[in-house]
């Protein structure tokens, strides 16, 4: 790792092992590939290469994110609303979602 | 608008993702040693605090955001995440004895009297009692227009444009501040506290009053007899023929 990045590399794996304690699969289970995912990278020294890394991470991170939220916003529609509107509704915000946020990204 | 304030209350609840439990005794849920978070209804009145906020410093207004909860040392947890998003400041009414709806109104309402805020924001309801009545009570007590079950807000000069969601449809009301709000969940989509925020959240001021300091009578009004969990979903059965269902269903489920 060069020295530059260093600083944000850490800060990197801090948030995603902040945002892995919640992780629905288990936090240990996201520990685990989160410390193989940093590992496999450890040798990169080209900065380019090493920046995508980052900018790669910083997606996964927002990805997370935006799982956890769907996954209560989804919880909150089933408790309390309706079946029939609840559907279009959430057609509708999906699509919404899915327009600015991409399409979701496997680790 | 220049200068706002805005008051938003925050409850700590057992988290959504949480199996509830029903103690042995059946007078209560099971709270001790299982996750907590912010009312995810709170939640979104956070955010929308943020973003009148947020969209008040690009017309170089000003507004601070105070969040404020009630309840025994933990619901500081739960300042702490509010303020992680974005809030000013927070204030702690602490107390380890049950607070209902009304208890929390009276609460807010000394509150409220002290900070003097133009907008109280709160959930449409907590997730763990259901009561939907807190925010109604507040703008009872306070004698403010109320405006529930928000999806859409928009806030001018001293007055503010809410689309609320009524059964089978939308009800767009315009009213004047100060004014309490109760979010519904499709408000806007509650901002995720990024670590760094939440490290320097614990440097952000937090005011700590007591019941007393308030001055409220907190007692209980109402009395819950029983608590039980709801009955529990029978497994399917697979019949054999057709005279097999239509038995079954005669004389077991009893609809034919």
Redesign the interface.
């Known amino acids: 790792m060069s020295q530059p990045s260093r600083h944000r590399v850490i ?1 990197l794996y ?2 995603l092992s ?2 892995g304690r919640e992780y629905p699969a288990g936090s240990d289970f996201f520990h685990k590939k989160l410390k193989s995912a940093f590992l496999k990278n450890k040798d990169l020294k080209d900065p380019a290469e090493i920046q995508k890394r980052i900018d790669l991470g910083d997606y996964v991170c927002k990805e997370i ?1 935006a799982m ?2 769907i ?3 989804r ?3 089933k ?3 309706e079946d029939h509107e609840a559907e279009s ?1 959430q057609q509708k ?1 999906e699509s919404k979602w899915a327009s600015s946020e991409g399409t979701p990204l496997k680790k | 608008m220049s200068n706002v304030r805005i008051l938003v209350a925050c409850k700590r609840v057992v988290d959504y993702a949480v199996k509830i439990r029903v103690n042995a005794a059946g007078t209560a849920v099971e709270t001790a040693n299982i996750k907590h978070s912010m009312n995810p209804f709170d939640e979104i009145g956070t955010e929308q605090a943020i973003q009148i906020k947020e969209a008040l410093a690009k017309a170089k207004g000003n507004a601070e955001v105070v969040v404020v909860s009630c309840g025994p040392a933990k619901a500081q947890e739960t300042l702490r995440t509010a303020l992680a998003m974005g809030a000013d400041r927070a204030i702690h009414v602490e107390t380890n004895d049950e607070l209902q709806p009304l208890a929390v109104a009276k609460l807010l309402k000394a509150v409220v009297e002290k900070e003097k805020p133009n907008l109280v924001i709160l959930g449409k309801q907590a997730i763990d009692d259901d009561s939907n009545q807190t925010g109604q009570m507040l703008a009872g007590l306070l004698n403010w227009p109320q405006a529930t079950f928000a999806s859409k807000v928009e806030l001018t000069d001293a007055a503010m444009t809410v689309t609320r969601e009524v059964d089978g449809g939308v009800e767009t009301i315009k009213t004047t501040l100060p004014a309490v709000l109760t979010t519904d969940l499709r408000l806007n989509v509650p901002r995720y506290a990024s670590l760094p925020n939440i490290m320097k959240a614990k440097k952000k001021p937090l005011a700590k009053f007591t019941v007393a300091d308030l001055a409220v009578d907190i007692k209980p009004r109402l009395e819950t007899l029983k608590i039980t969990e709801p009955a529990k979903r029978q497994g399917g059965k697979i019949v054999e023929s057709v005279d097999d269902l239509l038995d079954k269903l005669k004389n077991e489920a009893k609809v034919l």
């Open positions: 800060a801090k948030q902040y945002l994110e956890y939220h996954n209560k916003y919880a909150m529609k408790r309390y609303y509704l915000l």
